[in-house]
């Protein structure tokens, strides 16, 4: 199993990767940062978002996942010290308890519904502010990464 597992997402302020569960999502302008952070590692990614990308991730191993999966599973066949889960809210929910990282890049754009960051119930996470990654000073947009504090 991966030493860091890290949740990498684009949200809006209101906390949603998505208007739909089916929406290509070209409102996001970390696309360059998302590509070297992930760049020759593993990526999990949940089969809409799968279906939702307009070419696949070069340079990166995609393990699609479906919900008949096991995320500890899954999580036991990856060799490397660091992966991605990069999508979507249930896919995000089910790896939660294995997370050690969140790099969270908030938009200015409020959805007020939509695809939320975790689509459904998960155990309260804590979490230790590492850094801030500065992106688009001028658009607002800077990367928050945290660590997840284990109990």
């Keep these: 199993m991966p030493e860091e597992i890290i949740l990498i997402a684009a949200v809006t302020v209101d906390g949603f990767i998505a208007r739909h569960n089916n929406e290509i999502t070209n409102w996001t302008k970390d696309l ?5 952070q992930t760049l020759g590692h593993t990526v999990i990614v949940g089969s809409n978002t799968y279906d939702t990308l307009l070419k696949d991730l070069p340079g990166r191993k995609i393990i699609k996942y479906s919900r008949t999966k096991d995320p500890r599973q899954i999580l036991m066949s ?8 990069i999508g979507g809210g249930k896919t995000y929910s089910k790896f939660s308890s294995f997370l050690t990282h969140l790099f969270i890049t908030p938009h200015p ?7 939320r960051l975790f689509d459904l119930r998960i155990k309260e996470l804590r979490l230790k502010f590492e850094s801030l990654n500065s992106f688009d000073k001028k658009e607002g947009i800077f990367q928050y990464q945290y660590r997840v504090i284990k109990s």
């Design 109 to 115: 754009y409020v959805f007020n519904k939509g695809v």
């Design 32 to 36: 360059k940062l998302f590509k070297k």
């Design 78 to 85: 990856i060799r490397e010290k660091r992966c991605f889960v």
